[in-house]
């Protein structure tokens, strides 16, 4: 039970962006997972926690670390949360500009999707629009794979995921030299975050705003 009560508190703290906090507490679940000899608590734990690292610090070998993790359990048919785990794996693929790993992920969150498992399909869809506007620069792919993301973020009713997507949108739309359009998803953004009472969210709204010199008034 204090297992369980520390994964859900470390995904709180991940989708509240308090990355130092979900890596203290992932630790601490770590410590509990060998004290009682749990396999699925130790992987889920460290699969979190170095994610929460990677955010921080872009940490090299995150990937590796959470691939791992995300492969015993598969192994062992423990399938909670595995499609955010997928969704890690793209993001920092992405990131890493490795484009085959990219489409794996987005493949395996795919297949998690299929099994109603939706937790990382937003993220993967957005990793996925984002490596998109590398190759084609009309923005047909990236803003396709974006409304996929905006079905995964509906289908769980998640405002967190509909913020992020607004700002991957907001990114998208001003690299494609769309300054109103990207402006607009980050007004809508901040009024979400508003909503939800998310500082982190705003804070990151604020900051696509002003890396791209989008007006918001």
Not at 89 to 101: K, W, Y
Request: hydrophobic content about 45%; some cysteine; aromatic content about 6%.
């Amino acid at each position: 039970v204090t297992g369980s009560v520390l994964t859900l508190n470390m995904l709180i703290l991940i989708w509240q962006g308090r990355w130092t906090e979900a890596e203290s507490l992932g630790q601490r679940a770590e410590s509990v997972a060998h004290r009682v000899e749990s396999l699925y608590l130790l992987c889920t734990s460290m699969a979190l926690r170095n994610y929460a690292e990677w955010r921080r610090s872009r940490m090299v070998g995150a990937r590796r670390k959470i691939q791992h993790a995300t492969r015993i359990l598969e192994d062992r048919g423990r399938e909670l949360f595995l499609s955010l785990y997928h969704g890690y794996l793209a993001e920092i693929a992405q990131h890493e500009s490795d484009g085959p790993a990219l489409r794996r992920a987005v493949g395996q969150a795919l297949q998690r999707a299929r099994q109603r498992d939706y937790l990382g399909l937003a993220m993967a869809f957005r990793a996925l629009a984002r490596e998109a506007l590398r190759h084609d620069r009309t923005g047909v792919r990236a803003r396709r794979a974006l409304r996929r993301a905006d079905w995964a973020a509906q289908r769980r009713q998640s405002v967190h995921e509909q913020i992020l997507n607004l700002l991957t949108r907001a990114e998208v739309e001003a690299e494609l030299h769309f300054p109103a359009a990207a402006a607009n998803a980050c007004r809508e953004a901040l009024r979400l975050a508003g909503m939800i009472g998310s500082a982190w969210h705003s804070e990151e709204a604020q900051a696509v705003a002003l890396r791209w010199s989008l007006d918001l008034d």
